[in-house]
């Protein structure tokens, strides 16, 4: 048989090793290469999570899960489907009132002397008008006729996959979460249980919270763009601030400094009333409507909030920054929780 392997030797621990390496290589590209459905998945059960409370609500007033699953799923596409039905045409129509308009706003910005030099020399102006009158501009950004419809059609299919995952998750929540809770020792299951309902129910807290801040600013933007002269665009520019301020942070901001660019190249005064209303709106929502809304969702300090919020985006671009806030919240608990409550206990 001969004399047993060294496992000493050194051509040992180098041929165990590169084994290692390139199994640890191995699954990082396998996790890679499956990256947009793991998206996909985790955009799903936040939005599982987000839909969880509606349930659990119908579910106290005796009404079995199932059914309210079925219930929750067939209202909240039914308002999705009635706001693209009502909203996106209208939407659509003053896009492209906005693009129209759009060169006679760059004239108006020509007026001004530090962007008549700045035009001499970068031809800036002319160049931002050429793009915005071609007729191909939009499809140009998505690589071609051709690219955009492959775009469209990727997005609906994404769509239809997080529609199903969260219809999926949703409905066998408790059915998966006791699953994972039963690997925990018997001796902290129970702990282990509460601690995830609780994750759970941040995450859900967060994520409709969200919405209904992003809900608030949206309706407050229609009311008063409304009654301004730029209100023809009103509910295009509503549905811009609305959407851009589910993202944390800066989210709103961005949305404010739109309307209002939109407003100054139209008419100054208009504008100056813009900022007026968005400054003193954004102190309402900072410090009134948010904290009321996420009272009982998260509990973050202000510098985890932003670091998280950056480390998401740096991820996961806008995605990581709408998942960040819960995800920190979440572990932050955990830290609380356990790792805090362990150190107390020494």
Request: glycine residues 8%; charged residues 15%.
């Amino acid at each position: 048989m001969g004399e047993p392997f060294d496992r000493r030797s050194p051509f040992y621990y180098g041929f165990v090793g590169a084994l290692g390496a390139l199994s640890a290589f191995w699954l990082f590209q396998a996790v890679a290469g499956i990256g947009s459905v793991l998206m996909l998945v985790v955009v799903s059960f936040f939005l599982a999570a987000g839909l969880n409370p509606s349930v659990e609500f119908l579910e106290r007033h005796n009404l079995r899960r199932s059914f309210a699953v079925t219930l929750v799923i067939v209202i909240a596409l039914a308002t999705v489907a009635l706001f693209v039905v009502a909203i996106v045409p209208v939407i659509t129509d003053q896009v492209q009132s906005i693009t129209k308009s759009a060169p006679g706003w760059l004239d108006e910005l020509q007026k001004n002397k530090r962007i008549q030099e700045l035009n001499r020399e970068y031809d800036i102006i002319d160049k931002i008008k050429a793009k915005i009158t071609d007729e191909n501009f939009v499809s140009a950004l998505f690589g071609g006729a051709l690219g955009f419809g492959l775009k469209i059609v990727s997005a609906l299919f994404n769509l239809f996959v997080i529609v199903v995952l969260t219809l999926y998750f949703l409905a066998s929540l408790k059915t998966t979460t006791g699953a994972m809770y039963n690997l925990a020792p018997a001796s902290r299951r129970d702990r282990v249980a509460k601690l995830g309902d609780k994750v759970i129910a941040n995450i859900g807290g967060y994520v409709s919270g969200a919405f209904l801040v992003a809900l608030c600013a949206g309706l407050t933007s229609l009311v008063f763009l409304w009654f301004t002269p730029i209100g023809k665009y009103a509910v295009a520019l509503a549905f811009v601030v609305a959407v851009l301020d589910v993202i944390p942070m800066i989210g709103a901001t961005l949305g404010a400094v739109i309307v209002c660019a939109i407003a100054f190249a139209t008419d100054v005064k208009t504008g100056i009333i813009c900022v007026v209303f968005y400054v003193v709106y954004q102190q309402v929502e900072n410090y009134v409507i948010y904290p009321r809304v996420m009272s009982k969702s998260v509990d973050l300090p202000g510098a985890v909030i932003v670091i998280a919020a950056l480390v998401g985006t740096a991820l996961l671009g806008v995605v990581g920054a709408l998942l960040a806030i819960p995800a920190a919240a979440a572990v932050l608990l955990v830290v609380r929780e356990v790792v805090v409550k362990r150190q107390d206990l020494r």
